[in-house]
């Protein structure tokens, strides 16, 4: 019986200090906030309520009510100040009037008030609205409203070049600035003044079906907020204001960059090949020509129409072929390709160009003079062509890289790029390649009697007596940083000094009882023994 007994006091004593430190931690209680009112402007009573909604881009929705009726107002009028323009726009009791839904015991205004197509508001501008009412000669007051004109759900920006190259209108985007698209497009527009001998400004509106400009374009209405209002939609607001700014629109089915390259270059050439004869094939090449990246795609497109002989004929290639529109692209640039790759990129721009010394010479005879053959040959030269390693060189290059040197003065089969000079680098060197030339003939098919092969087995080196392979490097150790220091406790849950020194007496408590309860059962022992 004494035995248990020491134990379940021990047990007791053990669990005491555990408890005192199981207590719950107090937390900090967040305070409830307090709804603060918005003051109501210092506006006379019977002015019961009014707002405003922009119904973009065709409407603006004007909420007005006043408590009193319709026969006790003198005067109602909606002055709005846009900003930016000299002269606010006006509205008179008499355009008012007609929107009173309500005329006794009071008045209610729910005036819509579209937007003029041929004089829209400016883009994103803010509109400082008033309404002034007149009850009598002594009697009168007003109520003022702001909002944007702006899209609701995409943020468009107006962005300017401040070198007065490219200006833009496009969505708000964190990866795609108006910055990184001129740094995108200026390399290329300066490659056009210089093979144009021009210098051109562009303003693009740039938009793709995950951001449209005008939401106009996708519905048929524009709908208030409660659906209470449907206002009929209008193209031409937006389209009107578009051609205020001076903006072309470039609307891409995939990115908003897909257009914004063929659309500079067609606008530098096109003034240069008003009076040409040049045929739509060359044309269309050489603007694809200024397309950054690899075009591997265009060379393989005509390899695939080779081997089936469906390529285009040349006659075929002057006239664009919409049904088969890839491989037309793609035969264009391969067949302009081909001549740069004979003549250099500055000849071929020179021929382009279409200067005013050269503006007179047929396109014929500019290319027997340039290659130094019929264009007649030109498809079936490319034939053989497309399948060497000249052309898969040829379709790995862009214009953008170090100038092509002219050429010699009579054309030959000279490689493309052109050779790069020996520079001393840490690089292999490279071992010569076979040109394919003249006509490509099947391998022989070889024999059905086997041959002995001889198979050269590789000998071992033996080592010599005593090597042993060197011991390999101990791993370096990462180096481990040193643990964040967890922040000072604060506030309500911070541990004191007192709640330490109780916790040692305690501890200090329950070894003393232990000690005595050990002495006791000790003792009991050795007195029965």
Not at 316 to 329: G, P, S
Not at 385 to 413: K, L, N, R
Not at 420 to 425: H, K, N
């Amino acid at each position: 019986m004494s035995k248990r007994l020491m134990i379940c006091l021990l047990l007791l004593l053990i669990t005491i200090p555990i408890r005192g430190q199981e207590s719950p931690t107090p937390t900090p209680t967040p305070s409830r906030p307090v709804a603060t009112s918005t003051p109501r402007p210092d506006v006379p009573d019977y002015i019961y309520d009014w707002r405003e909604e922009v119904l973009y881009p065709v409407a603006v929705y004007f909420f007005l009510v006043i408590d009193r009726p319709l026969t006790a107002i003198q005067d109602v009028r909606l002055v709005m100040i846009v900003a930016d323009e000299a002269t606010p726009r006006i509205l008179e009791f008499a355009d008012v009037q007609p929107a009173a839904t309500v005329t006794s015991p009071f008045t209610e205004f729910n005036l819509v008030w579209r937007v003029p197509p041929d004089n829209p508001l400016p883009l994103n501008a803010q509109v400082e609205y008033e309404w002034q009412v007149r009850l009598s000669e002594t009697e009168t007051t007003s109520v003022t409203g702001v909002f944007a004109y702006q899209h609701p759900n995409i943020t468009w920006i107006l962005d300017r070049d401040p070198q007065n190259r490219l200006d833009l209108l496009m969505p708000q985007l964190h990866n795609l600035t108006p910055t990184i698209v001129r740094q995108r497009i200026n390399p290329i527009i300066d490659r056009l003044s210089q093979n144009t001998g021009t210098s051109q400004r562009f303003r693009f509106l740039l938009e793709n079906p995950d951001y449209v400009f005008d939401p106009c374009t996708n519905q048929r209405t524009i709908t208030s907020r409660d659906n209470k209002i449907d206002v009929p939609c209008d193209v031409s607001i937006l389209n009107n204001l578009l051609t205020r700014l001076g903006y072309t629109r470039l609307t891409s089915q995939t990115t908003l960059l897909d257009r914004i390259i063929p659309t500079i270059a067609e606008a530098f050439y096109a003034p240069l090949w008003v009076n040409s004869d040049f045929p739509e094939w060359f044309k269309q090449g050489i603007l694809l020509m200024y397309a950054p990246g690899d075009k591997q795609y265009f060379l393989d497109a005509v390899k695939s129409a080779s081997r089936t002989n469906t390529l285009f004929t040349l006659e075929q290639m002057n006239t664009f072929d919409e049904a088969r529109a890839v491989l037309w692209r793609s035969q264009s640039y391969v067949m302009t390709l081909y001549m740069a790759q004979r003549i250099g990129f500055p000849a071929l721009f020179d021929i382009a160009r279409n200067d005013t010394t050269t503006a007179s010479i047929p396109f014929l005879q500019r290319y027997q003079n340039a290659m130094n053959a019929s264009l007649d040959a030109l498809l079936p030269t490319i034939n053989n062509w497309i399948f060497t390693i000249q052309a898969t060189s040829a379709a790995s290059v862009t214009i953008y890289g170090d100038p092509t040197p002219f050429p010699s003065a009579t054309p030959s089969e000279t490689p493309f790029p052109p050779t790069p000079t020996d520079t001393p680098t840490n690089t292999a060197t490279p071992t010569p390649t076979p040109t394919v030339t003249g006509v490509l003939t099947a391998t022989p098919i070889p024999s059905r009697t086997p041959t002995n092969t001889v198979v050269v087995t590789p000998s071992i080196t033996p080592r010599p007596a005593g090597f042993r392979d060197p011991a390999p490097p101990l791993p370096t150790l990462p180096r481990t940083e040193q643990p964040t220091p967890f922040p000072s406790i604060e506030g309500d849950i911070q541990a004191t000094t007192d709640s330490g020194v109780l916790v040692s007496v305690v501890l200090g408590l329950a070894l003393i009882g232990l000690s005595v309860l050990f002495l006791i059962y000790w003792w009991t022992e050795r007195k029965s023994s």
